[in-house]
């Protein structure tokens, strides 16, 4: 029965980490997806702080999607990833507008630099990974989990001298004897 129990938690560990490998791997490791956690109001209330994204690559971008992009380089924040609902542009240079924003972004990404469109939403997801980035908390479970680790060893057994009786040789059996006189005291000569 046990055997039956592991190994259907090897399967299901299998499929979960299939089902990642294909549906949820980051870009940054060849997947088709990137996990944005949401800071600032700027898409209320259609995401809140905290909220994670996970945002999925596209062959094309529409009026009204919200997607993530990076800013075009030679702008002041290049590279940096913002999450935005496109309001009007085509591929060549995209208007984009947080929902909570009074006007569009000074930037006009073209469809080389949308990262994806939204494809899952897990809302407040994202909190326990922004508590993990702070850097006072990551020191503080680092710490824990090695203290843990030292915790939970196995003291190691020092050899004791043979003072009970399960321990003590029999003359002849020791190291301390060469094998030739082993052998006579063991009655095989």
Do not use: C
């Not at 600032?40 to 992009?69: K, N």
């Amino acid at each position: 029965m046990r055997r039956i129990l592991n190994a259907l938690a090897l399967v299901g560990l299998l499929l979960v980490a299939g089902g990642w490998f294909v549906f949820l791997r980051p870009a940054s490791l060849g997947g088709t997806t990137t996990w944005i956690v949401v800071r600032g109001d700027s898409m209320l209330p259609t995401y809140e702080t905290g909220d994670l994204i996970v945002f999925r690559a596209a062959p094309s971008y529409g009026i009204g999607d919200a997607v993530a992009y990076r800013v075009p380089a030679a702008e002041l924040g290049a590279g940096r990833v913002v999450m935005h609902r496109i309001i009007g542009g085509d591929a060549d240079g995209f208007v984009l507008k947080g929902d909570n924003n009074p006007v569009p972004d000074p930037w006009h990404p073209r469809i080389d630099d949308v990262v994806g469109s939204v494809w899952l939403v897990g809302p407040q997801l994202g909190r326990p990974i922004m508590l993990l980035r702070q850097p006072a908390i990551a020191a503080a479970l680092a710490a824990s989990v090695m203290v843990a680790v030292l915790l939970g060893r196995k003291p190691r057994r020092r050899p004791t001298d043979a003072t009970t009786p399960d321990q003590v040789q029999p003359p002849g059996y020791g190291p301390e004897r060469p094998p030739a006189e082993r052998r006579y005291a063991e009655g095989q000569d």
